[in-house]
């Protein structure tokens, strides 16, 4: 939000154009003169010339257009010497957003349309629509037994999309790999931390509000979840938990797995939801479930609550151009110059010199 123009603080990027604001002074004289001598000579015709009506002149006539003239060439002449001002502007704090995606078996199975990590990506594509892109940043990691982190904390949506395109088909873990059977909710939101770490040691503190958003199903989750929960706490970082998936569940579409030669059942994953909102509550943030709201009115939620915790506003100064309220301004005068004139013939003549300069001006500013 702009607050005002502080013209104590008022320069020139280009100061050696001011050293031709002595023409159109000098030409001010002689139009002072000129005038002078047109009231002069309506002064005689008055006292010469006998007449039945009462001739009148104006003051200045034709010369009028010249003062015009004048003045928009003086202006011209200090939008070329690129006039500059601080401008001062209280800009809100914006919300850093870490996201948490679970990577593990149990977002393969098809309980929810068309599978919970296929849904877990639809929800992350319309959370980062929901976000205004100005201040606030994103970032992505995905999370099963292990971490792996997909983008760094960045005001860029383009790089997220990136990642969700390339991730929209199913997780990068495997079902083959035995990391992949387990729900580390701990160790994502370590890695969570960390980023956030990083992006302070690379570019310092930030007044942003900064959030942990945990999507997962919670199935057979480990780790010391409240280790985790308590460094956020201690960062001032709520932690918001999005329920994905069903409580009836379905079967995770594991290949045929033998024990002493016998073929083990396949598993079915369920949404724990008390787990989850445990750890929300603890985390000092809200539980939300994929399917029940909208999908944008549940990122709207969470981002004005992230925002309203940081409550921060500052206030920051810049130096703004000021050439083209002066070009505005030369234009307006020789537009009433134009209209001051009476002769038809040299009506045209002068038009076409204004257009001509107006458009050799703008073409020199650029």
């Known amino acids: 939000m702009l607050t005002g123009v502080n013209l104590s603080t008022l320069s020139f990027a280009e100061p050696l154009f001011l050293w031709l604001l002595p023409i159109p002074g000098i030409l001010l004289v002689l139009w002072l003169w000129q005038v002078w001598r047109r009231r002069r000579d309506a002064r005689r015709c008055r006292r010469d010339r006998v007449l039945p009506v009462r ?28 006039p500059q001002a601080r401008v001062s502007a209280v800009t809100k704090a914006g919300a850093d957003i870490v996201i948490l995606q679970d990577g593990s078996a149990s977002m393969w199975v098809k309980d929810v349309t068309p599978d919970r990590w296929q849904r877990s990506v639809q929800f992350i594509r319309a959370f980062a629509e929901a976000l205004s892109w100005k201040g606030d940043r994103v970032a992505l990691a995905i999370f099963a037994h292990l971490a792996s ?4 904390l960045t005001k860029d949506p383009n790089a997220l999309f990136f990642f969700l395109d390339h991730l929209s088909e199913h997780s990068p873990f495997r079902l083959e790999d035995d990391p992949t059977w387990d729900t580390n909710i701990e160790e994502g939101l370590y890695w969570g931390l960390k980023l956030v770490e990083t992006d302070e040691e690379l570019f310092g503190k930030t007044t942003n509000g900064k ?3 945990v999507i997962s199903d919670g199935q057979a989750w480990s780790g010391n979840v409240a280790n985790a929960l308590a460094m956020a706490r201690k960062r001032q970082a709520p932690v918001y938990v999005v329920g994905v998936g069903t409580t009836t569940g379905g079967l995770i ?3 045929v797995r033998y024990q002493g030669g016998v073929a083990q059942a396949p598993i079915r ?22 399917g029940r709201e909208p999908d944008r009115d549940v990122a709207f939620r969470i981002i004005l609550s992230v925002r309203r915790r940081a409550q921060v506003s500052q206030e920051v100064d810049s130096y703004e151009d000021f050439y083209w309220r002066f070009l505005f301004a030369a234009g307006v005068f020789l ?18 010199v204004v257009i001509v300069a107006v458009v050799l001006l703008a073409n020199a500013i650029r």
């Open 55 to 82: 001739e009148r002149y104006t003051l200045a006539g034709d010369l009028a257009f010249w003062l015009c003239g004048l003045v928009a060439a003086s202006l011209c002449i200090v939008a070329l010497a690129r």
């Open 211 to 213: 959030a942990f958003v």
């Open 269 to 290: 994953a369920v949404l724990d939801r008390n787990s989850l909102r445990e750890i929300a509550r603890v985390g000092g943030g809200e539980y939300f479930e994929i």
């Open 335 to 352: 537009c009433l110059g134009t209209f001051l004139l009476k002769g038809s013939t040299e009506l045209w003549w002068q038009a076409a």
């Open 149 to 152: 982190p997909q983008t760094r």
């Open 253 to 255: 579409p594991e290949p």
